[in-house]
C-alpha cells in the first residue's frame, strides 16, 4: 500500500480550498478538511492552531494566486495586470470576496502583496497618501465589480442578449425610453458582454489617479485603503 504523503501546513491549506470551492467558505472545517485529506481532524492541530488559523491560512492563499509588480513595472501596466489578475482569481472562488474582508490576522503574502502595490506606486511617483487612495479605489472597483459578475443573471462571458430578449417586449418605449434606447443601440445585435465592461470602468480610475499623480496632489483625508486594513 502506497503511504499517504506526510501532512502538511501547504496541503492542509490547499485541502481547505477544495472544500471551499464545493461547498462555500461555510464548508470549511477541520473535521470537513480532515475528510478531504483522509486524516482525523485532530492530526491537524499539529500544523494549525485551530479553525481561526485554517480560514486566516485560507485568506492568506488567495494573495499567492494574485499577480504582483514587477520591481521596476510602469505604475498603470502593473495596476492593470494585478486587477485582472484579482477578478480572474476571485471569480474562480468566489468564497474567498467574503473571506478576505473578515480576516484580523494577516498572512505573510497578503502583506507582501500590499507592500509590493504600494511600493510600485511610491516607485512611480505618488506620494504616500495617493497610493493608498489609489488601492483602495481600484480594489474597491475589483472587488465591486467581481460581487455583480457572479451574480448577474446570466454567464458574464456571454453576450447578454438572450437575458434582453426575454424582458424586452415588457418594456414600453414611452415608459422607459434610456433603458430601451441602451439596450437596442448598445446590446442588441452588438455582441455586447457585461464582461467587457471591467476594461473601460480601471481606465476611468487610473485616468484619474494619473491626472492626481502628474499634479502633485498630497491629500491626507481618507488614507485608509480597501486592501490596507489587518484583515486583508
Request: charged fraction near 20%; proline fraction near 4%.
Amino acid at each position: 500500500m502506497a503511504r499517504r504523503p506526510a501532512l502538511t501546513h501547504h496541503r492542509i491549506i490547499e485541502a481547505a480550498v477544495r472544500v471551499a470551492d464545493r461547498g462555500g467558505v461555510g464548508q470549511v472545517s477541520m473535521r470537513n478538511v480532515g475528510k478531504e485529506l483522509g486524516v482525523e481532524a485532530m492530526s491537524l492541530y499539529h500544523h494549525l492552531a485551530g479553525k481561526d488559523a485554517l480560514l486566516d491560512g485560507l485568506a492568506n492563499w488567495i494573495f499567492t494566486q494574485i499577480e504582483l509588480p514587477e520591481p521596476q513595472q510602469p505604475w498603470r501596466q502593473a495596476m492593470v495586470e494585478r486587477a485582472e489578475s484579482s477578478r480572474q482569481v476571485l471569480s474562480q472562488h468566489p468564497w474567498a470576496l467574503g473571506l478576505i474582508e473578515s480576516r484580523r490576522s494577516p498572512g505573510s503574502a497578503l502583506l507582501r502583496h500590499h507592500d509590493t502595490v504600494l511600493g510600485c506606486l511610491r516607485r512611480n511617483g505618488f506620494s504616500v497618501a495617493l497610493a493608498a487612495h489609489a488601492f483602495s479605489a481600484i480594489d474597491a472597483y475589483v472587488y465591486g465589480f467581481v460581487l455583480t459578475e457572479l451574480n448577474l443573471p446570466f454567464d458574464a462571458n456571454e453576450t447578454a442578449e438572450g437575458f434582453v430578449d426575454e424582458i424586452r417586449s415588457a418594456l414600453p418605449a414611452d415608459e422607459y425610453p434610456h433603458l430601451v434606447e441602451m439596450i437596442t443601440q448598445q446590446v442588441v445585435g452588438g455582441g455586447y458582454s457585461y464582461a467587457n465592461e471591467f476594461g473601460f470602468g480601471l481606465d476611468l480610475i487610473l485616468d484619474s489617479l494619473e491626472r492626481h499623480r502628474e499634479g502633485g496632489v498630497q491629500e491626507r483625508g481618507g488614507q485608509g485603503c480597501a486592501g490596507c486594513s489587518a484583515g486583508r
